[in-house]
């Protein structure tokens, strides 16, 4: 009777003991879960210009079929910055990602800024769950003639999508 009730106690004990270890191996854990989703604001963007400055290009690249960031200049130069210098987890980006392309040329008349950020949350099946964006100068979401922000999932009637698809082995992403 003593024994079998020394035995209870013993294994209560290793019980608590064992939901004890695992309770601290989570506070232990110092990476948060990642997020389902990242809603990016004006704020997302700020100083891009001191990430991780990932890939540089200049001149024609056929990809660009002459038209997109400048693509058609010989002396336009695309910086594409990665936010914390983000890389694929199994050939997909992290929900939060975010990159920037900055293309200009050195009179000034090509200075423009793309970006994508990886939502997540079935925000855009068809697209990797990725928004894409139009910056102004100053590294905000910049709007249209109508004043509203310049994203979306088929921002330019699809046209970032539907090129960055050429791109869909790498998650859309060309340059890295
Ligand atoms: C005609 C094809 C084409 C279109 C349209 C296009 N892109 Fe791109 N984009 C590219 C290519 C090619 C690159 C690779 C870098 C380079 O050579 O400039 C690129 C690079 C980028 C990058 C850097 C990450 C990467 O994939 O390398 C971002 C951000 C980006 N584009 C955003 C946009 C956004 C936003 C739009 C729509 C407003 C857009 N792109 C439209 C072809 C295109």
């Known amino acids: ?10 294994s209560l004990l290793f019980a608590s003991s064992v939901i004890i270890t695992s309770c601290s191996k989570d506070d232990d854990d110092d990476n948060p879960p990642a997020p389902s ?3 990016a604001d004006d704020n997302s963007f ?13 001149g024609a690249d056929p990809a660009l079929g002459g ?9 336009v130069v695309r910086d594409v910055y990665f936010k914390d210098g983000q890389a694929p987890v199994n050939g997909i980006y992290p929900v939060g990602t975010i990159i920037v392309k900055h293309s200009k ?4 008349t090509v200075d423009e800024r793309t970006a994508m950020v990886k939502r997540g949350n079935d925000f855009n099946p068809e697209g990797g769950d990725w ?11 910049a709007k249209d003639e109508n004043g509203n922000a310049m994203r979306g999932a088929k921002l330019m009637n699809g046209m970032c999508l539907q090129c960055h698809t050429a791109a869909k082995a790498k998650d859309y992403v060309f340059s890295k």
Request: overall charge negative; glycine content about 8%.
């Open 1 to 10: 009777m003593l024994k079998n009730r020394f035995l209870l106690l013993f």
């Open 37 to 39: 989703e990242f809603v």
């Open 46 to 58: 700020a100083s891009f210009m001191n990430w991780s400055k990932d890939a540089t290009a200049q």
């Open 67 to 75: 038209m997109a960031h400048g693509g058609n200049d010989e002396t």
């Open 105 to 108: 040329n050195p009179e000034g």
């Open 131 to 141: 928004e894409w964006f139009m910056l102004a100068p100053d590294g905000k979401i």
